[in-house]
């Protein structure tokens, strides 16, 4: 039974982190205390040093040789699960971009931020532990997971475009430029071909120089690590320092907040000139040489005071070079069911690629692997933090939480709605978020033989907010960031009522 203390104690957990996000709410939207510019500086902060600094400080204490198996099985089990199922629903349906939605909003929960003084309130100091253990696994694998995912998409899409039908069969290698980082889509891509004397196709991707002409505005400042702006899907273009897309119409879509966790590096222009193509004549037996159009995909959404109809409702991802109607989306899905694909070791070393590029990029990586190394030496052989390291850690890590939620809050304010994907949509992912999730988390952790504190903390755990990485890479990729922008939002308000009640009736 729950008493009045221990009640009391969690709200002393949680209330002091909502009270950090609302300050920071209200600094936007109602005082009027920071600007957009003003608000890509804190964020930056946050995204590059707060965050990465407060998951080593957790990772690097935790003991990994002390592993809860049981526990770390049963979330193992509960992710794998839904990935099995809804991937043999995509071979049935071939729905990829579901599978990954539902995925991310059914398994990947605000671990670190929420998860850690939460279940350390509810069920005591061991909890600490578990939920580091989690935040590991999620940054290692399941993270990486979700981004070959993504890649995955991105890929496929930029072969059905740009070489449709079965002439995708006839591709043997991708040479990829340095400066290309994704395929997300954020910078216009042109793909060159060459065909040999036996029918085989050498795919280069790089980034196209046209994308230069596109951008308006500041030049984009130097970052080795994110590029670290926030703003709002309806932020105006001038306060954007990255992603540029334009369309045919004049309309064009605000620098995402999410960019305050960007993977993308400085742009820089090709020194190659796309419009060269050399094409020698094909009785001579040489390599015949042709760019592609250039492949210039984005997610746009429009400004207020332009009305688009009901093509706001639909998913607009990943349009070649202007925006074009659903119906002609629609026919393109239909051509693509006679697309041939390269070969699988093909595409998995394209894919590969793409996602080391982006994971050396992202400081979550260095942190989360420096903080794994050092416990495994430390832990080992008994050798303690050198005092300089260990306070210097430390004093960013301590305001690492408060400045996380602070950068929820400024990202709440930011947005044109709470609810960005409608309430129909809205009341499914939360539905899916706060009781498909507990419920699958509570049946493996009954098949693993999970019992007692530890099983509860597994379903309370499965009840925390959406993740605000997946919010990032669909934001990217521009695959439903509206119902993970409402995830990330509408479940932090949520979702304290929401662990309040598994706490309580799990306490009976």
């Given amino acids: 039974m729950i008493s009045g203390d221990d009640f009391y104690n969690v709200m002393c957990s949680m209330v002091p982190l909502y009270f950090a996000m609302l300050v920071a709410y209200a600094s936007v939207k109602w005082w009027g205390i920071f600007s957009a510019e003003q608000c890509s500086g804190i964020n930056r902060f946050v995204a590059v040093f707060a965050v990465p600094v407060l998951s080593f400080h957790f990772i690097s204490q935790n003991n990994p040789y002390q592993m809860d198996t049981k526990f770390i099985l049963a979330d193992t089990l509960s992710k794998s699960l839904v990935l099995v199922s809804l991937s043999i629903w995509c071979v049935c349906k071939g729905q990829i971009d579901w599978l990954i939605t539902l995925f991310s909003v059914s398994t990947l929960p605000n671990t670190l931020v929420m998860g850690i003084p939460l279940l350390k309130a509810m069920y005591g100091d061991f909890t600490q532990s578990l939920m580091v253990q989690l935040v590991v696994l999620q940054c290692i694998i399941w993270y990486t997971l979700l981004l070959f995912l993504f890649e995955y998409r991105a890929a496929t899409i930029l072969i059905q475009t740009q070489f449709p039908g079965q002439a995708a069969a006839a591709i043997t290698k991708f040479e990829i430029d340095n400066d290309v980082i994704s395929l997300d889509g954020r910078d216009p891509l042109l793909t060159e071909s060459e065909v040999d004397d036996n029918g085989r196709i050498h795919v280069r991707i790089r980034r196209s120089t046209s994308s230069a002409a596109t951008s308006v505005g500041p030049t984009p400042r130097a970052s080795n690590l994110s590029n670290a702006e926030i703003f709002s899907i309806g932020t105006p273009l001038e306060y954007g320092f990255g992603f540029r897309p334009v369309s045919p119409a004049g309309f064009s879509a605000g620098y995402a907040s999410s960019d305050a966790y960007s993977l993308q590096p400085t742009p820089r222009a090709s020194s190659f000139n796309e419009l060269d193509s050399a094409a020698a004549s094909p009785v001579t037996g040489n390599i015949f040489r042709q760019p592609s159009p250039v492949v210039k995909m984005v997610w746009e959404s429009p400004e207020e005071g332009h009305e688009f109809g009901d093509v706001a409702e639909k998913d607009l991802s990943f349009r070649d070079c202007g925006r074009i109607s659903v119906?002609?989306?629609?026919?393109?899905?239909?051509?693509?069911?006679?697309?041939?694909?390269?070969?699988?070791?093909?595409?998995?070393?394209?894919?590969?690629?793409?996602?080391?590029?982006?994971?050396?990029?992202?400081?979550?990586?260095?942190?989360?692997?420096?903080?794994?190394?050092?416990?495994?030496?430390?832990?080992?052989?008994?050798?303690?933090?050198?005092?300089?390291?260990?306070?210097?850690?430390?004093?960013?890590?301590?305001?690492?939480?408060?400045?996380?939620?602070?950068?929820?809050?400024?990202?709440?304010?930011?947005?044109?709605?709470?609810?960005?994907?409608?309430?129909?949509?809205?009341?499914?992912?939360?539905?899916?978020?706060?009781?498909?999730?507990?419920?699958?988390?509570?049946?493996?952790?009954?098949?693993?033989?999970?019992?007692?504190?530890?099983?509860h903390a597994a379903i309370v755990q499965a009840a925390l907010p959406q993740g605000i990485v997946p919010f990032v890479f669909a934001r990217e990729y521009g695959l439903h960031p509206d119902i993970l922008s409402t995830g990330v939002i509408f479940g932090m308000l949520v979702s304290l009522p929401v662990t309040l009640l598994y706490y309580i009736l799990l306490g009976l």
Wanted: proline share 4%; glycine share 10%; hydrophobic share 50%.
């Fill in 327 to 455: 119906e002609q989306g629609l026919e393109m899905k239909e051509t693509s069911t006679n697309q041939e694909m390269p070969r699988a070791l093909v595409m998995l070393r394209l894919i590969l690629i793409m996602v080391g590029r982006k994971l050396l990029r992202n400081p979550n990586t260095y942190s989360s692997v420096l903080g794994l190394s050092w416990s495994l030496i430390s832990f080992k052989w008994n050798v303690g933090m050198p005092s300089l390291v260990k306070y210097s850690v430390k004093i960013i890590s301590d305001a690492g939480l408060g400045m996380a939620m602070f950068s929820l809050g400024l990202f709440m304010a930011l947005q044109p709605r709470l609810i960005a994907c409608g309430t129909k949509m809205a009341t499914i992912s939360m539905v899916i978020r706060f009781i498909g999730g507990p419920v699958l988390m509570c049946a493996a952790s009954f098949a693993v033989g999970l019992r007692g504190a530890h099983l």
